[in-house]
Structure formats: C-alpha cells, structure tokens
C-alpha cells in the first residue's frame, strides 16, 4: 500500500511544484497588479522554496521528477536573482584586485542614505565624499547646511522638502516640490558645465510581509503599487530625459523590491537601475542588520555610465548606505573651437589636366 502511495506522490508533488512554478513565472513576467503578492518576493526566495519542497519529496517518495524540479528551480534562482552578478563582480575584483574606472575618466558619486533623523547617520554617508547626496528622513535643516558646507564648501547648494533633502557640488538652478508628498526635484550645474537633474522619492512601503496574504493586506497592496506607479510616471515628467547634456538621477526609498512593475516608468524611460548595471555584492539595503530586500536604488539616465555601486553598513539605521559611481558624458567642444589638425601624412596634389587638343575643323565640300 505504501509502495502504490509513494508512487502516486512522486508523480503528484512534483506536478503540483511544476504548475506553482509555472504560475510564478508568468506572474513575474507580467507582473500584474491582481498578483502583487506573487511579484514582490524575490526569485531567490521562490526558488528556495520550490528547491525545499523537491528535495524533501525526493527524500520521501524518491524519482526523477523531484530532481529534475530541484534542478530547475536551482537553475532559476541562480540565473535570474540579481544577486548572482552582484557576488560574480565582487569575486572577479578580489581575484584582480581592480575594479573598471571608466577608463581614468571623472566621476559623479551618488550617495543615498534614509538617515531616519539622525544626525550620526548623516555623517556616516559623509564619509563616502559624495558629489550629489540624497537623503530622505533628513535631520534639521540646520544639520543638512553643516554637513554641505563641510563637504563642498562655496560650491555647495541645498535644497529640501519635508524629510527629504539633497545635497550636492555645484550651482542651484531650481527646485520643484511636489505640494502632495516629499518628493523633491532639483536641478544642479557643476562646475563643468553639466547640469544634473536630481529626483528624490520616498514612496509608500510596498514590501513583502506574512501578513500580505490575508484580502485585505493584498487589496492594500495593489492600491499602493497603482499609487507608487503613478508617482514615479508623473515625477518622470517634471523634466525631460533625453537631452545628451543634461543628466537625470531618480533616486529614494521606492518600498518595494526590484521586478515590482512600480520600475516600469523607469524601463520603459530609458533609465538605468545602477546596481543591476554596475554592482558589487548583494546590494540589499533592508533591513540594515541582515538585509534581504534592495528597496533604496539609484537610476541613472543613458547618458550617465554607471561605474561601480555597492552598499554601506549603516547600523544606526533601518536601511543601508547606496553608492554609485557614474560616468558623465565628455564636455563638448565650444562651436568656434579650432578643429585639431590631423597627425595623418597629406595627401600628394594631383596634378590639374592637360588641357585638351581641338581637333581639326573639316573643310566644307
């Protein structure tokens, strides 16, 4: 009787697995607001569940279709998670000892930190000497004006709103708030001459939790994706994105994973996730201590290379430090600038042609 039930179960249970599996797949794939429950746990965390469960129903019922079940959630969880190329880039600098510069050119550092209302945790983040620094949970207005003139000096310009607050080396050109929320716009040129457009967000927290299964936690979650969504598209649509010389940074407090379809502005725009790019390491910033989600990110415009990102412990705090190195377009040169002459051997003249003999006129008859 017991051969027949261990029969029966191993091809069940891993029937079962495959249709869960599949299920996931698609849902992240769409990422449907009606499956936010579905699309905000991580693919690592999926796949260790579907690793478990296969590995404990080849231990009790034994047969192929567990192991090939195990297999494939293995392969998934390491082809898909994020965290797969963050731990392969970090392995690659402890071997060389390096890390891609971008090729000796300068950089623009973006530090952002949720202080949480600490002043410690501020100048914790001020020690990474960042060019442009995005804070949300700001301490006192009188903190941020310390903390600028200490790090640039004459060439600082603050800017706040509510508890969110940026910081940055350069000239202030404008600031826009938006009245409904802290999110807080802000356009900087540096010394350069390259204007950077800064956004700084702190959305409503969208994260996964056990509670998020019961009705009415899952209908709280789709109102706060379709909430969140609609902020990052209209904050996308204070300025343009598209110009070569200006850059645009979106940075903050998004609340929810990577994968959420609360990112799809930021795709479907152009911008660029600057740890997906350029990472070193997990990247998870919550919760501080042992932190399992990325919910502090850093995109970037096309016209800013990301160089390097990685995170910061940040132990006074809730969430961890997020820097990112990127790479700015090389200045252009002023329109009466004279051409550089070429090192190329000049070609040899060509000698004009000889001109042509007239042919003889023929006598008329």
């Known amino acids: 009787m017991w051969r027949k039930t261990q029969k029966t179960l191993a091809t069940l249970i891993p029937?079962?697995?495959?249709?869960?599996?599949?299920?996931?797949?698609?849902?992240?794939?769409?990422?449907?607001?009606?499956?936010v429950v579905v699309t905000l746990i991580p693919v690592w965390l999926w796949a260790g569940v579907g690793m478990a469960a296969s590995l404990l129903c080849w231990l009790i019922c034994r047969g192929l279709p567990s192991l090939l079940l195990?297999?494939?959630?293995?392969?998934?969880?390491?082809?898909?998670?994020?965290?797969?190329?963050?731990?392969?880039?970090?392995?690659?600098?402890?071997?060389?000892?390096t890390v891609a510069d971008g090729s000796g050119a300068a950089t623009i550092r973006i530090v952002n930190v949720n202080c949480g209302g600490s002043e410690s945790v501020l100048r914790r983040a001020m020690e990474t000497q960042p060019d442009v620094l995005v804070i949300q949970e700001a301490p006192e207005t009188a903190?941020?004006?310390?903390?600028?003139?200490?790090?640039?000096?004459?060439?600082?310009?603050?800017s706040s709103h509510r508890r969110n607050a940026i910081l940055a080396r350069g000239k202030l050109l404008g600031v826009l708030q938006d009245p409904a929320n802290a999110t807080l716009h802000a356009r900087v040129k540096r010394a350069d001459g390259f204007i950077i457009d800064i956004t700084n967000l702190h959305l409503d927290g969208c994260a996964p939790s056990l509670k998020m299964w019961r009705p009415a936690v899952w209908k709280q979650l789709i109102e706060a994706r379709v909430a969140n969504r609609r902020l990052v598209r209209a904050a996308l649509?204070?300025?343009?994105?598209?110009?070569?010389?200006?850059?645009?940074?979106?940075?903050?407090?998004?609340?929810?994973?990577p994968g959420d379809d609360v990112y799809r502005p930021l795709e479907t725009n152009g911008l660029t996730d600057t740890y997906a790019a350029s990472s070193l390491g997990l990247g998870n910033t919550y919760p501080s201590d042992y932190p399992t989600l990325r919910l502090d990110q850093i995109w970037v415009s096309p016209n800013l290379l990301p160089v390097q990102s990685f995170t910061r412990l940040n132990p006074e705090a809730n969430h961890r430090i997020v820097v990112s190195e990127v790479q700015p377009p090389p200045p252009a040169a002023p329109a009466n600038a004279p051409k550089p002459e070429s090192s190329a051997v000049p070609p040899k003249p060509v000698a004009p042609p000889a001109p042509a003999t007239p042919a003889p006129a023929t006598p008329v008859q």
């Open 237 to 257: 649509g204070e300025n343009e994105i598209t110009r070569s010389n200006i850059g645009r940074i979106v940075s903050g407090g998004f609340g929810t994973p």
């Open 143 to 158: 903190v941020l004006e310390a903390v600028a003139d200490q790090l640039y000096g004459i060439e600082r310009c603050v």
């Open 15 to 35: 029937v079962t697995l495959l249709l869960v599996y599949l299920t996931v797949a698609v849902s992240l794939l769409n990422r449907w607001d009606t499956m």
């Open 70 to 97: 195990f297999c494939l959630c293995l392969a998934t969880g390491v082809t898909f998670s994020e965290e797969t190329a963050g731990i392969g880039r970090e392995l690659i600098v402890a071997t060389r000892g």
